[in-house]
């Protein structure tokens, strides 16, 4: 089971700021929380990942809160493009590895 | 950089012939590519894990014999759809680690996907 949960749908006007939760309440000391995003027919876009800091790239922004237990990825201004599918993600130990398992994602939908 | 491409991008196919489907990262060295299957308006699922040289790790619920999968080198990963039928058809996915993907931090590059349609 993924070790995260999202809102399932969001909805943000074009050049205002997205923010999107996560919750990983379980997530260990050492694991990392990774967001991609989904758009229509194709794969998963690696956006951004953190461990304890906030994290920001040219694409995004992410906070995490002092205890870990939940993140927010922020969009500064979203534009229609930004729409799609965003996964929140805390990898999973495996059998000698680490593995994704996607949760069902927040769909983000940027209004004009 | 890390950049994961698959092809074909999409295959049509008649029930009972196998499909192949390729992964390849372009400009890093992959250790450990994994595969995924989505169907419509759902998540993505893994199905297998895969480390260069070694034989596959499969998720639970998915057949081996099925499902080949062969990282015979850290550039390219194959998955072999054998008698293929309707209920197959499917959007797949590769993903492809530049590191050991014991390794914290350790990020999954995707590819842009296979739809495959079995008649």
């Known amino acids: 089971d993924a070790k995260t949960t999202q809102p399932p749908s969001m909805d943000c006007a074009e050049g205002r700021a997205a923010n999107l939760p996560c919750n990983h309440s379980?997530?260990?000391?050492?694991?990392?929380v990774y967001w991609y995003r989904q758009i229509h027919s194709q794969g998963p876009q690696y956006i951004i990942h953190g461990l304890k800091n906030n994290e920001t790239n040219e694409m995004a922004s992410l906070i995490i809160t002092e205890d870990r237990k939940s993140s927010t990825l922020i969009l500064p201004h979203a534009t229609l493009r930004d729409t799609a599918v965003y996964y929140c993600i805390v990898r999973v130990r495996g059998s000698g590895t680490y593995k994704y398992i996607f949760g069902t994602g927040t769909r983000l939908k940027v209004l004009a | 950089g890390a950049v994961v491409s698959q092809h074909p991008s999409w295959v049509i196919c008649k029930s009972g012939t196998s499909v192949k489907i390729e992964c390849r990262s372009l400009d890093f060295q992959a250790t450990t590519m994994f595969w995924y299957r989505q169907f419509p308006k759902q998540s993505l699922m893994l199905m297998a894990t895969?480390?260069?040289?070694?034989?596959?790790?499969?998720e639970q619920g998915v057949e081996k014999d099925k499902f080949l999968i062969n990282h015979a080198s850290l550039t390219l990963s194959t998955l072999t759809v054998t008698s293929a039928h309707p209920e197959d058809s499917s959007f797949y996915i590769c993903?492809?680690?530049?590191?050991?993907?014991?390794?914290?931090?350790?990020?999954?590059?995707f590819g842009p996907g296979t739809r495959l349609l079995v008649l």
């Open positions: 895969s480390n260069e040289g070694s034989k596959a790790t499969y």
């Open positions: 379980t997530i260990s000391g050492n694991e990392y």
């Open positions: 993903s492809a680690s530049r590191g050991v993907a014991q390794q914290a931090g350790e990020t999954q590059y």
